[in-house]
């Protein structure tokens, strides 16, 4: 494991997590460089893209996150979070975070978001 995720759990809809990723100092050194991302898995489905923040700050969304979901990252923690509002049952998935350079990926073992209802 790599990147470590951490912050899912249970929650009802309507409410909000916050989901933290750090890179630890001996993998990514230089940790500004990294393009990081945020994906998920439901149960069943494939593996999708939810927000990403490249090493410049640039951040974009799944149309699903958008206007709920907010992405930032602190380059002196080597850390990427995903604030999550107004949760929804579809939001139910483990969530893992991404970091790209140089066309290669790592991720992070995934943490467990529950949404009920």
């Known amino acids: 494991v790599q990147l470590q995720a951490c912050g899912g759990g249970l929650v009802q809809t309507g409410g909000s997590l916050r989901l933290r990723c750090a890179a630890p100092?001996?993998?990514?050194?230089?940790?500004?460089?990294?393009?990081m991302g945020w994906y998920r898995q439901a149960p069943g489905k494939q593996r999708e893209f939810v927000a990403g923040?490249?090493?410049?700050?640039?951040?974009t969304y799944a149309d699903s996150a958008k206007d709920r979901f907010t992405i930032s990252r602190d380059n002196s923690r080597r850390t990427v979070s995903l604030q999550m509002r107004n949760l929804k049952a579809d939001d139910t998935a483990v969530y893992y975070c991404?970091?790209?350079?140089?066309?290669?990926?790592?991720w992070g073992q995934g943490t467990e978001v529950t949404v009920s209802s």
């Open positions: 991404n970091a790209v350079v140089d066309q290669t990926a790592s």
């Open positions: 923040i490249t090493n410049g700050g640039r951040t």
């Open positions: 100092r001996a993998i990514f050194s230089v940790f500004r460089d990294y393009d």
